[in-house]
């Protein structure tokens, strides 16, 4: 099965099981796509959802496609790890969601409002490189460098998210430079913040 752009980050099933994939040519919500990729350059790629569920119904498991900051804009929505007796974690625009490539969850929303969010995945190793800083025990397990799923964001991490993805969204014009060294200092804020 080939994987799309957004794939990479939701892995095999497509993500949010509220809204099909947009398909190319087809766009909904003032014109944006309900999903995408808007930065792709390694170590990094950078993209958004916006979810517009139907029922506050739990969705189908995810697998996490790459190590991954989410940061919810706007909007509520719960993680459900770990089956029916798991955990259920509340994210909304106070937190920043980490996943490791491989978590699986699936996701359900409070009075089914919805949700948007921006991501930034990076590879193993910027992530484990931001972890060791704060935890040296991070080389026994690269594959599940994040040992936290939600923690509380900051406003200098949030608002240097918007600034990346702002730029990000430049496509050719954006200063690479500036979203690459924004993204790796998100992360850092962000994992430094989790870790406090």
């Known amino acids: 099965m080939a994987l799309h752009k957004y794939d990479f980050y939701f892995?095999?099933?497509?993500?949010?099981?509220?809204q099909a994939p947009v398909r190319p040519g087809r766009t909904v919500l003032g014109g944006w796509p309900s999903r995408g990729t808007v930065y792709e350059r390694a170590p990094i790629s950078i993209g958004y959802t916006r979810c517009r569920p139907k029922t506050e119904e739990i969705g189908q498991d995810v697998r996490?496609?790459?190590?991954?900051?989410?940061?919810?804009?706007?909007?509520?929505?719960?993680?459900?790890?770990?089956g029916p007796a798991g955990r259920v974690l509340t994210c909304d625009p106070n937190c920043v969601v980490f996943q490791n490539s491989g978590d699986v969850f699936r996701t359900s929303h409070p009075g089914a409002i919805g949700d948007e969010t921006v991501?930034?995945?990076?590879?193993?190793?910027?992530?484990?490189?931001?972890?060791?800083?704060?935890?040296t025990?991070?080389?026994?397990?690269?594959?599940?460098?994040?040992?936290?799923?939600?923690?509380?964001?900051?406003?200098?991490a949030f608002l240097l998210?918007?600034?990346?993805?702002?730029?990000?969204?430049?496509?050719?014009?954006?200063d690479r430079e500036l979203v690459e060294e924004s993204a790796f200092n998100v992360l850092r804020i962000s994992v430094a913040r989790a870790f406090e």
């Not at 190590?67 to 770990?82: A, E, K, Q, Y």
């Open 11 to 18: 892995g095999e099933s497509g993500g949010c099981e509220c």
């Open 119 to 135: 991501f930034v995945t990076y590879s193993d190793e910027v992530v484990s490189e931001a972890v060791r800083e704060h935890d």
């Open 137 to 156: 025990s991070v080389g026994d397990r690269l594959q599940a460098p994040f040992p936290f799923t939600v923690a509380p964001s900051s406003p200098e």
């Open 64 to 82: 996490s496609g790459a190590h991954t900051l989410t940061f919810p804009t706007r909007g509520v929505f719960r993680m459900h790890i770990g």
């Open 161 to 174: 998210m918007r600034s990346m993805f702002n730029e990000a969204c430049r496509g050719q014009d954006a």
